[in-house]
């Protein structure tokens, strides 16, 4: 299996604020990663794909970028509704894996 | 638009089977361009994929269930299916229905369903 390791695991900030999530694979994925935002009882929302591009009607403070087997993830300015955990995931072969999350919370 | 509606017992004895439904409404589940997945998140803990299938019937297990899991489709009904056999109390998790294309991130996904395993 192909192992994602997401850090850090939590994360305070600001509104405004700009932060970053990594995600490392422990193999080669040719860019197919997602990340995911998750709120508290809800269902995961995907907001990137293919490491970098942005799933449609996602605002674009939101960004992802690949090199190698390490891929970030990026908030531009913190908004109030962002303080969820994201998720990162390899979509490049079975079992697709994800990352072990990273919970954003207010400072 | 293409919505995903999971359902199933809220609660399953173990060693029985949990056995759960994904209806997809709002679009077909036969489109060539989707595959059709279940993943489940234990309480507080993180995402674990289950298992994918695709119109035709292909099918893709997560080796660390694939003796225990079965997924398939109906396509008559648009809904697709997942039994879970011999279940313990670590299989106590919220199961989500998901889309994704080959390759590509779950898209759209269903509201989520608790199942419990206690006796």
């Known amino acids: 299996d192909i192992q994602m390791t997401q850090s850090p695991s939590s994360l305070s900030a600001s509104v405004g604020d700009r932060v970053t999530i990594t995600c490392r694979a422990s193999?080669?994925?040719?860019?197919?990663l997602n990340w995911y935002q998750q709120r508290p009882g809800k269902a995961p929302r995907l907001l990137i794909y293919?490491?970098?591009s942005l799933q449609s009607g996602v605002p674009s403070r939101f960004s992802g970028s690949a090199s190698g087997t390490d891929f970030i993830f990026t908030i531009s300015s913190l908004q109030p509704e962002d303080f969820a955990t994201y998720y990162c995931q390899q979509s490049s072969s079975t079992p697709y894996t994800f990352g072990q999350g990273t919970k954003l919370e207010i400072k | 638009q293409l919505q995903l509606q999971e359902s199933g017992p809220g609660l399953v004895k173990p060693p029985e089977t949990l056995s759960l439904t994904c209806t997809v409404s709002?679009?077909?589940?036969?489109?060539?361009?989707?595959?059709w997945a279940w993943i489940r998140q234990p309480p507080g803990k993180g995402l674990e994929w289950i298992a994918s299938?695709?119109?035709?019937?292909?099918?893709y297990y997560n080796p660390s269930l694939r003796s225990r899991v079965t997924i398939f489709i109906d396509t008559s009904k648009n809904q697709f299916s997942l039994e879970l056999n011999s279940v313990t109390a670590a299989d106590t998790a919220m199961y989500f229905c998901a889309r994704h294309s080959l390759r590509g991130g779950c898209n759209i996904w269903g509201q989520g369903t608790l199942v419990t395993v206690s006796s």
């Open positions: 293919g490491a970098s």
């Open positions: 709002g679009g077909s589940i036969s489109s060539t361009a989707y595959y």
């Open positions: 299938i695709y119109y035709s019937r292909t099918t």
């Open positions: 193999e080669s994925i040719n860019n197919y």
